[in-house]
């Protein structure tokens, strides 16, 4: 290694330094201003609005879609926009997040006149408590850095990812507070890949009118017909409402290799009981995993009481972009 690159990644460390001492400023200050934005953001009845310019505004932009992906209905405004039009998406029923370091910046505190006579609650974040925006809002959260990464402590560096690292914690603590679970998540990150990999089987089976299923009294003709219907390779085998058993494609192509075939012979007597199946509740990945190592490539749906509620093929789960 050269001199000339042990001094970039020198340079780097200090950068890293100042950044990591930044966030524990950050978490040393948390306080009463903490929980007051929490209990706010909590008891909306409206939206969280993110307001910001510039360096804040994309820190804005990303506390926004993080608070949006975890269960609270929120967007971010640019604070230009909002200047000229935008602002008519803020109501009396929102509360409004707004970012400025210096807490100086026109185009933010520009807004807070028409925000404060609209009703809405508005929560600063900060590095001056002592600035217009501080001095104009319900709340203030500090972020207490008196210098930038930047070796000129001009550009944004450490005060835009200690403003970041506090809307995750607030995000983080909402979202706790709701109960979000990861079931919440899919259903808002329905084309992502986190999402797919957290589709519960119940997602994807195909509901109980679609079942292949006979009587267990009923004849092998009618379990033929029934496996050829629904073009699952399959047909469940139900008494007293139970699922007792299962035959398969490959079932029938070894009973016909033996030469000895009655259609009419009652199907619980060739099939397989005590069938495979799996509950409503697994993730799908869970099935795809299962119906693998099982080398199989469907499985029927069943309740607590052994009650056939769906049924999915493994075709449906990689269909889900789910591998």
Do not use: Y
């Not at 100086?104 to 609650?121: D, K, Q, S, W």
Request: charged content about 20%; overall charge negative.
């Amino acid at each position: 290694m050269t001199s000339k690159q042990q001094a970039w990644l020198d340079k780097a460390h200090r950068v890293l330094d100042i950044e990591i001492a930044a966030i524990q400023a950050q978490h040393d200050v948390l306080g009463s201003e903490f929980i007051q934005a929490v209990e706010t953001i909590l008891g909306l009845e409206g939206r969280l609005v993110v307001v910001g310019m510039g360096k804040s505004g994309i820190i804005a932009k990303k506390i926004a879609a993080t608070f949006a992906s975890t269960g609270t209905p929120a967007f971010f405004v640019h604070a230009a926009e909002a200047q000229h039009g935008d602002l008519g998406m803020i109501t009396g029923h929102d509360a409004v997040l707004a970012l400025s370091h210096s807490g100086e910046t026109a185009e933010v505190c520009g807004l807070l006149p028409e925000i404060r006579r609209r009703g809405a609650t508005v929560i600063a974040i900060t590095g001056s408590t002592s600035s217009t925006l501080a001095k104009h809002t319900d709340i203030v959260l500090h972020i207490p850095i008196d210098k930038e990464a930047c070796p000129l402590n001009l550009a944004p560096t450490a005060s835009t990812t200690a403003t970041l690292a506090l809307g995750d914690a607030l995000a983080v603590v909402i979202l706790k507070e709701r109960g979000f679970k990861e079931e919440d998540f899919a259903r808002v990150h329905p084309a992502g890949s986190l999402g797919r990999k957290l589709l519960r089987v119940a997602d994807v089976m195909h509901d109980a009118d679609e079942l292949p299923l006979v009587n267990a009294d009923a004849p092998l003709r009618d379990a033929i017909m029934m496996m050829s219907s629904h073009r699952m390779g399959i047909t469940g085998i139900i008494e007293a409402g139970k699922l007792t058993g299962c035959l398969t494609d490959g079932d029938l192509r070894r009973i016909l290799e033996t030469g000895h075939i009655d259609i009419n012979l009652p199907v619980h007597e060739l099939m397989h009981p005590n069938p495979t199946t799996i509950t409503a509740d697994k993730l799908a990945s869970e099935a795809l995993h299962f119906m693998e190592a099982q080398k199989i490539t469907v499985l029927f749906v069943c309740d607590g009481q052994q009650q056939a509620i769906g049924i999915i093929h493994i075709h449906d789960i990689l269909q889900e972009g789910i591998a």
